[in-house]
């Protein structure tokens, strides 16, 4: 194996390791959520601590006030279902780029709340190697699998969405 072959395939292992690894992390926050009874109550909770915090932009706050609070049931079974969704779609490595923007997105959208945990920035970052290389985290994919059975080969621009 040439020097540069080996280091492609350090970067795929190393780009599929972080993808599978942000999906374990988003699953993970699902299956707590659940565990935990998550629900109306607790976008409640986020509609009035945004509110009545400094550190959430005015923009956040009337998001917080005129969406979250007008459907709290249906955010109460979205939010996890969202996490889980990400976490699994990222295992799969089905749809590597715009899952990882949107796990990027999500932790933003947290953020604005001003809910900060521990695991976010970690994940934040592994958001941030999978979008950037997301052809190497999804050579060793569902999608790359599917794509291999296909009679057409999608352009690389189109893979790179994949």
Known sequence: MTRSATLRAAGVAIATLARVGLGVLWIGEALVKWQAGFGRSDILLVVSSTGQNPRVPDF????????????????????????????????????????????????????????????????????????????????LSLTELVLRRVPWAPSEAVRRWL
């Not at 955010?75 to 590597?96: N, Q, R, S, Y």
Request: proline fraction near 5%; hydrophobic fraction near 60%.
């Open 60 to 139: 956040y706050s009337f998001f917080t006030q005129n969406v979250l609070g007008a459907v709290p049931d249906l955010f109460g079974f979205a939010v996890p279902l969202i996490e889980f969704g990400l976490g699994v779609l990222l295992v799969l490595g089905a749809f590597t780029l715009p899952v990882a923007l949107a796990s990027a997105a999500e932790l933003i959208n947290y953020w604005f709340a001003d809910q900060l945990i521990t695991q976010y920035p970690i994940m934040m970052g592994l958001s941030i190697v999978v979008a950037t290389f997301s052809r190497s985290a999804s050579r």
